[in-house]
C-alpha cells in the first residue's frame, strides 16, 4: 500500500511539473537558412531552416513543435538540445525573392489552428509561440539565352557571311 501511495505521489508530481512546462514562455530564437541557389536543373526549390529555441522556463524547448509557412503546415523537426528544423518546396515559378514568414506553433497553438482550418476561419487568428522570418534572395534560373540557341544562331550568321561573301567573289 505504501508503494502505491508513493507511486502515485511521484506520477501526480511528474504530470504537474509536466502542465507546467506546456507552453514556452518568453520564446528566444536564432536562425540559420539554406535554399537552392541554382534552379537550371531543378523543378522545385528547396527551403530549410534550422533554429535554436530558448525559453524562459526550463524544459519547455522538449515540446513538440510545428510551423505553418506560406499557408501550409510543415512538420517541426528536433535535431537536438534545443535545435529544431523546418523545411519545404515550391515549385520555381511561385518561389519568389523575398521574406518568408514562418509561424511556430506549440501544441495549444496547432490545436487551434486545425479547428479553425476545420471551421473554415482564418488561420492567422491564432496567435502563434512565436514567428520567424527568413530572406530568399532567388535562385538562378539560368542564361537569357541558352547556349544551344546562341550557338544556332552564330552558324547561321556564319554560313549567312560565308555565302554572301562567296557569292560575291564568284560574280
Given at each position: 500500500?505504501?508503494?502505491?501511495?508513493?507511486?502515485?505521489?511521484?506520477?501526480?508530481?511528474?504530470?504537474?511539473?509536466?502542465?507546467?512546462?506546456?507552453?514556452?514562455?518568453?520564446?528566444?530564437v536564432?536562425?540559420?537558412?539554406?535554399?537552392?541557389?541554382?534552379a537550371?536543373?531543378?523543378?522545385?526549390?528547396?527551403?530549410?531552416?534550422?533554429?535554436?529555441?530558448?525559453?524562459?522556463?526550463?524544459?519547455?524547448?522538449?515540446?513538440?513543435?510545428?510551423?505553418?509557412?506560406?499557408?501550409?503546415?510543415?512538420?517541426?523537426?528536433?535535431?537536438?538540445?534545443?535545435?529544431?528544423?523546418?523545411?519545404?518546396?515550391?515549385?520555381?515559378?511561385?518561389?519568389?525573392?523575398?521574406?518568408?514568414?514562418?509561424?511556430?506553433?506549440?501544441?495549444?497553438?496547432?490545436?487551434?489552428v486545425?479547428?479553425?482550418?476545420?471551421?473554415?476561419?482564418?488561420?492567422?487568428?491564432?496567435?502563434?509561440?512565436?514567428t520567424?522570418?527568413?530572406?530568399?534572395?532567388?535562385?538562378?534560373?539560368?542564361?537569357?539565352?541558352?547556349?544551344?540557341?546562341?550557338?544556332?544562331?552564330?552558324?547561321?550568321?556564319?554560313?549567312?557571311?560565308?555565302?554572301?561573301?562567296?557569292?560575291?567573289?564568284?560574280?
Open positions: 500500500m505504501f508503494k502505491f501511495v508513493l507511486a502515485t505521489i511521484a506520477l501526480s508530481c511528474s504530470v504537474l511539473g509536466f502542465a507546467t512546462a506546456t507552453s514556452c514562455t518568453n520564446p528566444q536564432q536562425t540559420n537558412f539554406y535554399s537552392t541557389s541554382d537550371t536543373i531543378v523543378s522545385q526549390i528547396g527551403f530549410v531552416t534550422e533554429f535554436t529555441l530558448k525559453c524562459s522556463n526550463a524544459g519547455a524547448e522538449k515540446l513538440p513543435l510545428f510551423a505553418e509557412v506560406l499557408g501550409k503546415l510543415a512538420p517541426v523537426v528536433r535535431l537536438g538540445e534545443n535545435k529544431y528544423q523546418v523545411s519545404w518546396n515550391e515549385e520555381i515559378k511561385k518561389a519568389g525573392s523575398g521574406t518568408y514568414t514562418i509561424r511556430l506553433f506549440d501544441e495549444e497553438s496547432f490545436a487551434a486545425r479547428k479553425a482550418q476545420r471551421a473554415g476561419e482564418d488561420v492567422h487568428s491564432v496567435k502563434p509561440l512565436t520567424v522570418s527568413v530572406h530568399f534572395s532567388g535562385a538562378y534560373k539560368g542564361p537569357w539565352i541558352n547556349s544551344e540557341i546562341l550557338a544556332t544562331g552564330l552558324v547561321g550568321f556564319v554560313a549567312y557571311v560565308a555565302f554572301t561573301t562567296r557569292s560575291k567573289l564568284v560574280a
